[in-house]
């Protein structure tokens, strides 16, 4: 049996984050970036890409996969939208829940 006590506790954590959050975005918003030639248009071929399909059951491992993917879609859209190439690489203000979706799924 799953102890409730316990998930109570997370709930008011997850309440607490989302505070601290609000206080990150008040203050970041947007972070600038630079991202090499390949990355960037990886990232806006994500975006410009149609995934067929319905949704089925998946494993927490293909939730975290289609989550990545997703998003790795939004900085696609970020890039076509906002990007400024200067040669070599992009230069983009991303939002900074986007940057830290990023900074988690690197090793």
């Known amino acids: 049996m799953v102890d409730q006590e316990q998930y109570a506790r997370y709930r008011d954590d997850s309440k607490v984050l989302a505070a601290i959050g609000e206080h990150v975005a008040a203050q970041v918003g947007r972070v600038t970036m630079r991202l090499p030639r390949a990355v960037a248009e990886a990232?806006?071929?994500?975006?410009e890409r149609d995934e067929l399909g319905g949704r089925v059951p998946e494993s927490h491992?293909?939730?975290?996969l289609r989550d990545?993917?997703?998003?790795?879609?939004?900085?696609?859209?970020?890039?076509?939208?906002r990007g400024r190439w200067e040669g070599e690489?992009?230069?983009?203000?991303?939002?900074?829940?986007?940057?830290?979706?990023a900074l988690r799924a690197s090793p």
């Open 61 to 64: 491992e293909e939730y975290m």
């Open 89 to 101: 690489e992009v230069v983009i203000d991303l939002d900074v829940a986007s940057a830290g979706a």
């Open 68 to 81: 990545r993917a997703a998003e790795l879609a939004f900085v696609g859209l970020a890039i076509s939208e």
């Open 43 to 47: 990232a806006v071929d994500a975006w």
